[in-house]
């Protein structure tokens, strides 16, 4: 089950710090969803128990929101999906809607109590970039964040995302090629494979989630082909309608129909 499957991963991590020494480790990184790694959605009570793990040795927890944070997920963090108390954050791309490049950490007060009483003593933590609170990003962060707040777009996206989700399962579920739609709110991935019974993945050289992403590029759509090699990922705008989603699956769709016809054709796979 997903819980035994947390409890494992939780398990591992324990015996991870255990063996390299709890002093020695500062901090556990984790992205709410794992994005650009294949969208992958946590197994039910992950955080919950990483959570514990980390509290017992004292060891930080830090959320990557880069990709989740701002509304993707359908709601204004990831972390408040699931149950995260991050020590600490990071924060990009949906900051300005990358209109203007902006990044920022959020320290909680844990970690702020650290460095506010330890400078008087020890000299201020220097921590600063050349860049460090430019003020046109700062501006565009504020306007973005006027027009996310003001249009409701983070419960768009859990709106929205809710059809896109559903919608996706609904016409893709049984193809030919995808053996897995995972995603939740405007985030979504559908893995590819060469065989659904076992779930084998089609040999790399085919490229065959890059030619998928290629075709519906002609067509008008992009959607990515993760580093991964078999996974296409949606990541719409959050003002993304009902009716644009029809369009963009309806494109998604033709795309993947056209390569699964050309790998027949070619010689390159034929169905189970
Ligand atoms: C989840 C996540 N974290 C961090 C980064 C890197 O962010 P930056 O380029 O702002 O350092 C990315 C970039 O794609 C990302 O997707």
Known sequence: SEEAYAASLA??????????????????????????????????TYFERIQAVLRKHDVLMI????????????????????????????AAKGLTSAYFPLSAVFISEKVWSVLRDGSPELGTFAHGFTY???????????????????????GNAARVGAYLQAQLRERFAHHALVGEIR?????????????????????????????????????????????TGHTLAFSPPLCITRVQVDEVLDRFGQGLDAITDELIRQGEWKAA
Do not use: W
Request: charged share 20%.
């Open 11 to 44: 398990a591992e991590l324990d015996g991870l710090i255990e063996r390299e020494g709890p002093d020695t480790v500062a901090a556990f990184i984790a992205e709410p969803v794992m994005g650009a790694g294949g969208v992958l959605i946590p197994p039910r």
């Open 63 to 90: 959320a990557d929101e880069v990709i989740c944070g701002f509304g993707r997920l359908g709601r204004m963090f990831g972390s408040e999906v699931y149950g995260i108390e991050p020590d600490l954050m990071t």
């Open 183 to 227: 995603g939740i709110g405007l985030i979504a991935g559908i893995e590819l494979v060469a065989d659904r019974a076992t779930r084998s993945p089609f040999d790399a050289s085919l490229k065959v989630a890059s030619r998928v992403a290629q075709r519906c590029l002609e067509g008008g759509l992009i959607v990515r082909s993760l580093p």
């Open 132 to 154: 460090s609170g430019h003020p046109v990003g700062c501006a565009a962060a504020l306007a973005n964040l006027d027009i996310l707040i003001g249009e409701d777009l983070v």
